[in-house]
């Protein structure tokens, strides 16, 4: 990013939130256990959306494409043929389907337009996606084929109320360098990358140890693992915007 007195390089401060509501904490919590969160979602959306335009502050919010639809019919209309084939069965939310709602207003945990479309409405605001199904694109028996799948469902979802989605947020940041190419193919140009550290290295359920979330932990408050200023990197034809 340039100056735009000097035409000397200058710092860029990037915000990204994942939009997700239940489907992205469904396979550890329950609405019993956590529903009170998910309902404040709702309280919060335009209250940062507000923050946002007084202080004229852009944000990327990487939206999980479940959340885009009017109702349960249409939803289920949307759905991919093919679905992660995952080898713990209760990381796929597919199963989920037969119990939730028939439209926002009587389950606010599952559907999310309203909150989508206020977002796209306000000024500055990008609609990510954070990948149709909340796909765990490190977790053992999912396939390549089947994330290809899972981002054309998403950016249908997305076309169908006039969203273009440009980046990305792997979720729980299982990012995959092989599946670069299916980003790029999905018309994608960026994706948020992660610290370059140890601690933040991309890996399964199996590699996030107590341990290494404890030293993460830490890390936030006593900088174990040193400054992350990395600049954007291009890979395979799009762009890794590292957190920090």
């Not at 289920?76 to 037969?98: I, Q």
């Not at 709602?101 to 909150?115: A, K, M, N, Q, V």
């Amino acid at each position: 990013m340039l100056d735009d007195r000097t035409g000397a390089p200058r710092g860029g401060f990037v915000i990204s939130l994942d939009f997700e509501l239940m489907w992205g904490v469904r396979d550890n919590k329950t609405i019993a256990s956590y529903g009170a969160n998910i309902l404040g979602v709702r309280r919060a959306v335009p209250r940062l959306l507000d923050l946002f335009a007084r202080h004229r502050l852009r944000c990327t919010w990487a939206t999980v494409g479940l959340l885009f639809f009017e109702d349960r019919a249409a939803l289920l209309a949307a759905l991919p043929g093919l679905r992660p084939g995952y080898a713990e069965r209760n990381l796929s939310p597919y199963g989920d389907l037969e119990r939730i709602g028939e439209t926002e207003r009587d389950d606010p945990y599952h559907f999310g337009l309203s909150l989508i479309r206020q977002i796209a409405a306000a000024p500055g605001q990008e609609i990510a996606t954070h990948t149709f199904s909340h796909f765990y694109c490190l977790e053992p028996g999912q396939t390549v084929a089947e994330f290809r799948a899972d981002l054309a469902a998403a950016r249908d979802a997305a076309k169908a109320i006039g969203i273009t989605l440009e980046s990305i947020v792997f979720p729980r940041n299982q990012f995959n360098a092989g599946y670069l190419d299916a980003c790029r193919e999905a018309g994608l140009i960026a994706w948020r990358g992660q610290e370059r550290s140890y601690l933040y290295a991309a890996g399964g359920r199996s590699h996030e140890t107590l341990l290494k979330r404890g030293a993460r932990l830490i890390d936030a408050y006593l900088n174990l693992s040193g400054p992350h200023g990395a600049e954007p990197v291009a890979r395979g034809g799009i762009v890794d915007v590292p957190s920090s």
